[in-house]
C-alpha cells in the first residue's frame, strides 16, 4: 500500500497564498552610530525616503513527487505529545535551497518615490521637484496623544500581567524601553533647542550634524526650517539643503510637512513610515532672526501599535490625496484592497466603512467587501462597528478594544470625508496578547485532534468559518499534503484546492517546502517573508499511521528583538544561497529589503575587516576588529567570539546606551563570514 503524507500549517494574520509576496524588511541599526575608534562614528538616522515596490511571484505548479516507499508494520509507541503513533524511522529531508528574487528598483531620491508612488508603477526618469504648495494634510499626530496612549497600553499590560502571571514579558519590557525613549528623545530635543537659543544657526547645525553633543544611543537631532528646507540631520547628510516638504512615505503621508504642521500647533509626537518601518518623532518650533525652524528628534519603536496608528494615517492620507485628484472614493480604498500592496504588513492591515456600517476595504480579504456589518458584536455582545462609527461622530481618530476570536483586539481608526461631505472610518488592529507560547498551544490542541479524530473531521473543524476551537487572534490552522496540496485553511477557503509547493516568498524562498522539511526532521521554527513582514512558523510532524501531519503555526515579530534576529537570519540565508557580491550589495541598498528602520545588517570577516556596515559603504574593507564601545571594550570582537559556539547575543555599550547584536557564522566557498544585525536596548 502507497503512503501518503498531510502536512498541517497554522498561519498567522494574513493568509498562505498561492501568489504571496512579502517584503524582507532586515536591518538598519547596528552600524550608523558608529565605531569610535577605527573610524568616525556616525550617529542613526533621522530622515531616509527610499522605498522598493514588491514583486508579484506567479503560482507555479509542481512537478509530480514519488509517495513515499511503504513501510513494514510499525510497533506502537508514544510520541513527544504523550500520543500513540507508529514508530518509523525519519526521512533525511533536505532543505530546499532559496531561490532569492533581488528587488531590482532602487529609489535613491524622493522625487522619483514621489513619482513611482503617484503611478503605482516603477519609478521612471527622475524630475525638477516643485516648489512647496500647501495643502489640507491633516498632521497624524497633535501634542502628546500617542505617548498618552503608549503609557495607557504599559498600565494595560502591567495589569494583565499581574493578573496572569507576566503572559507578555517581553512585550511589556518593550513597552516600557519605548516610552523611556520618548522621553529621552524630548529631553535631547528640549536641550537642542537651548543650545539652538543661545548661539548662532551656523554653530547649532554644526553641533547637530557633525558632533556627538545630541545623540544617545541611536537618537539624534535633526532641524528644518519652516519651509521644509533640511538644515541639519544628525545621522545623515544626503538631505542637507533640500527642500523635503511635499515628500511622501510609502503610504503616501507627507513626512516633512506633517512634522512642520504639528510644530506650528505648539509641537508633540508625529508616526509616519520610513525606511520600511514605522518612526515616531518629537517636534517643536523655534524662532531665530525673525525666522521658524523645526527641531525633532526620532525613533524606531518597532512595535504593533505604533504601526498600526502609521498604516491608518497613512491610508487617510492616501484617502485625502486621492480626493485631491478628484477620483471617487473607491479607487483609494482599492489600493487598501490589494493583498499584496503597500496596506498589508504581516498581519496588520487596513479595514473602512461607510457611515451606514457597509465595508468598502478589507486589505486581506476583499471578498468581504460589500458587506453590511452594523449589526456585528464582539464575544461581550458589544457592537463593533457602531462603536466606532458613533465615537468617530465626535473624533477625528481614537482606539478601541473588543474581545473577537478568544482574545483581546486594540484597534485604531480615524474619520475622513469625500468631495462630497460623505464620511468614512479608515481602522487597523492587532492582538496584543498573541505570543509564540500562544502559536506553540494552538499546535498542541491542533494536534491532538486531528490524533483522536482523523484527517477528514479535523480538516472539516479547521475549515469551518463558526468553529473557533482551533483560532485564536489572527490564528488559524492551514493543511497541505506532501505535495503541497492546501487542504484545509482556518481564513481563507478560497486556497483549498490549491498547491503550494512552488510558490515563492518575497526572498525567493520556498517556504511551504520548507515547513514540510523542517517538520520531516523532527519540527521546530521556520523562517520565510510574508505580506511586507518578516515571519516565523512552528511546525511539529504527527504521524497517523498510514499518513504524516505537521501542524505549524506562524508568526510576525511583536519585538524589536524578534525582528533583529530574524533580520539577520534572513541575511544568513541570503548570503547562504547566493554570490557574496550579490548578498553584500543587497544589504548595502538603503532602498532594498536589508533595511528596516534603524535595524542593519553587519559583515566581517573573523579577523575584522568588513564587508557590510549597514548602508554606510565607507566602513566596507576596514578592518574594525579594534573599535571600541564607550567603556573600551572592542564590540567588533565580542561579536565575532559571540559564534564560536553557534549564534550568540552579545551586548556593550555605544553613544551612551546599550546595544544587543545577534550574530551568525556563514560558511561559504572556503570562507567564514560573521553576519549580524542589532539594536539600542
Known sequence: MKRYGLFIALAIGSSLRADSVAEVGQAREFMTTGVQSAFPAKPADAMHNDTALPTVVPLQRPSE?????????????????????????????????????VRDVAISDEAALDESFDKGKKPVKRRKR???????????????????ERKQEVQQRL?????????????????????????????????????????TIEEACNAFTLTKQFVQGELNVFLFDIEGVCMADGAESTFLWRNLYNMRDRFGFMVVRGLVDVAKQGGGWVTYEWRNATKVSYVKRVEKGGKSYVIGCGFYPHSRSDAVVSMVRGAAAWFDKVKE????????????????????DGSTYVFAYDDRGTLVAFGDLPTFVGMNQLDQKDEDGRYIVKEIIDRLSKESEAWFEFKQNRTRRRSFAKRVQDAEGKYYFIGSGYYPDINKDTVVDLVRRGYEFMKKSGKSQAVQAFNDPTENEFKIGDLYLVVYDEKGMCLANGRNAGFVGQNFFNTQDD????????????????????????????????????????????????????????????????????????????????????AGRFVRGDLEILVVSPIGYCYVYGIDLDVVWRNIINAKDDEGRQFIKLIINSTNEGPGTVKYRLNGAVKESYAEAVEKDGKRYIVASSMYM
Open 65 to 101: 513527487i514519488k509517495p513515499l516507499p511503504a513501510a513494514a508494520a510499525p510497533d506502537i509507541q508514544l510520541d513527544k505529545f504523550g500520543m500513540v503513533t507508529p514508530a518509523r524511522k525519519s526521512a533525511n529531508a533536505t532543505a530546499m535551497p532559496a531561490a532569492v528574487d
Open 159 to 199: 495589569a494583565q500581567e499581574r493578573a496572569s502571571g507576566g503572559f507578555t514579558p517581553g512585550a511589556d519590557e518593550e513597552v516600557r524601553q519605548e516610552l523611556a525613549k520618548r522621553e529621552r528623545a524630548q529631553q535631547l530635543v528640549e536641550r537642542a533647542i537651548g543650545f539652538f537659543n543661545e548661539h
Open 130 to 148: 516643485s516648489a512647496p504648495t500647501t495643502t489640507n494634510q491633516a498632521p497624524r499626530a497633535t501634542n502628546n496623544a500617542d505617548y498618552k
Open 325 to 344: 485628484e478628484g477620483r471617487p472614493p473607491a479607487e483609494g480604498f482599492g489600493d487598501m484592497d490589494y493583498p499584496l500592496g503597500r496596506f498589508i
Open 507 to 590: 526572498a525567493g524562498e520556498y517556504y511551504v517546502r520548507n515547513i514540510i522539511n523542517q517538520a520531516k526532521r523532527g519540527g521546530g521554527w521556520v523562517d520565510a517573508r510574508l505580506n511586507n513582514s518578516l515571519w516565523s512558523v512552528y511546525v511539529e510532524e504527527v504521524d497517523l499511521g498510514i499518513e504524516r501531519v505537521v501542524i505549524a503555526s506562524g508568526i510576525y515579530p511583536s519585538t524589536r528583538r524578534e525582528t533583529m534576529e530574524l533580520m539577520a537570519k534572513g541575511a544568513v540565508s541570503y548570503l547562504t544561497a547566493n554570490d557574496s557580491a550579490q548578498a553584500f550589495s543587497a544589504f548595502s541598498d538603503r
